[in-house]
């Protein structure tokens, strides 16, 4: 039904390329994960690691609490939904999402009926004699996801599945994904390099980088208290000011700022500031800077400013769509104090 994953020192080399240094990983049963990192990060490794099409060079791989390293992809609980989710274009979506069934021995009549049934979950229901040429990527999609459903894995791999989708669809296709996931209730192991993908559906977001895992834990945690400078960038915008712990306050660039957050006095940090956090109403000053840049972005006016007090140091700061903030105009700006992450890594 569904079945804890565990990555204990998993590493991976292709020659002199380390694709994955030693990870360890635990997804509990029936969650929700997400594997985010720029291109080459190991994403793909470590998943076709999990489904058993690449073996590590080292480590172990336990799946429902049993070692599975060496276990071949066909022996375990699992299922991949390959990048390139290729159906077999002769076949009907029937058979397609039956294959599996298939070579599994399941007679025709109820691998049928469960073909149905998962075209049913997916939002196709009734099509089940149509063929994938009739079908826009999306509904191929769905289809892809409806067979690799149909053998009831424990644990359904994901690699970029929305990646060949446009925007909007996407953003539908998320929700769906998330609430089929509760429906079946197995654990989803899903790649992406999208980081507002990986917000939308995560349970638990893997913010990879370079073959290891900088961050990793529910998407608000990981979005407002990064661990490291890489996930806090990687997963929105941020800005970084370099700073040190001094007699209850942090000495930066910009002045002392008096944040309520400990920390052992001479203490190097770096701290990271959200645009939402910056702005020209109440808090903790920030001294005056001069409008450089100005976006309207609908539901916000994002204004990047250069900070009078620190030559070079710029800021993002969002405003409310009314406010009238013009290249040139200088402005006041606060910080919303406790919301500042103090990054501790070296
Ligand atoms: P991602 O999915 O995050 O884009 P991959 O896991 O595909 O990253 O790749 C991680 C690294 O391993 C990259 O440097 C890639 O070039 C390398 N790599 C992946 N697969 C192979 C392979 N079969 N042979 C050689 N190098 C590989
Ligand atoms: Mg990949």
């Avoid at 058979?95 to 009549?109: E, I, K």
């Avoid at 004699?129 to 067979?147: K, T």
Wanted: with cysteine.
């Amino acid at each position: 039904m569904t079945a804890r994953l565990e990555l204990r020192g998993v590493a991976r080399r292709y020659g002199e390329t380390v694709a994955l240094h030693g990870v360890d990983l635990c997804v509990e049963a029936g969650e929700y994960c997400v594997l985010l990192g720029p291109s080459g990060c190991g994403k793909t490794t470590l998943l076709n690691i999990l489904g058993g099409f690449v073996d590590p060079t080292a480590g172990a791989v336990l799946i429902g609490g049993r070692d599975m390293t060496r276990t071949p992809p066909e022996k375990r609980p699992t299922t991949t939904v390959f990048q390139d989710y290729a159906l077999f274009p002769h076949m009907s979506l029937r058979d397609n999402v039956a294959f599996g069934l298939r070579m599994r021995g399941v007679g025709r009549g109820p691998r049928h009926a469960r073909a149905e049934a998962m075209l049913d979950l997916v939002g196709l229901p009734g099509a089940g004699a149509r063929r994938p040429a009739a079908l826009s990527g999306g509904q191929r999609q769905r289809v892809a996801l409806a067979r690799a459903l149909a053998v009831e894995p424990d644990v359904l791999l994901l690699d970029e599945p929305l990646g060949a989708l446009d925007l909007n669809l996407r953003r539908a296709m998320q929700a769906e994904l998330k609430a089929i996931q509760r429906r079946v209730g197995a654990t989803f192991v899903h790649v992406t390099h999208d980081q507002e993908e990986a917000m939308a559906i995560a349970d638990r977001i893997v913010v990879m980088n370079a073959g290891r895992i900088e961050d990793e834990g529910p998407p608000e945690r990981v979005y407002r208290r990064p661990r490291t400078r890489f996930a806090a960038a990687f997963l929105g915008e941020t800005t970084f000011l370099e700073a040190v712990a001094r007699g209850g306050a942090f000495d930066t660039p910009l002045g002392p700022l008096a944040l309520p957050h400990p920390a052992p006095e001479g203490a190097r940090v770096t701290l990271s500031l959200r645009p939402e956090h910056v702005g020209v109403g109440d808090g903790l000053s920030l001294g005056r800077g001069e409008v450089i840049e100005t976006v309207f972005q609908g539901v916000h006016r994002r204004v990047r400013c250069a900070m009078a007090a620190a030559p070079g140091v710029e800021l993002l700061a969002l405003l409310p769509v009314g406010a009238d903030a013009q290249v040139g105009d200088v402005l006041d700006l606060t910080l919303d104090a406790p919301h500042v992450a103090v990054l501790t890594e070296d």
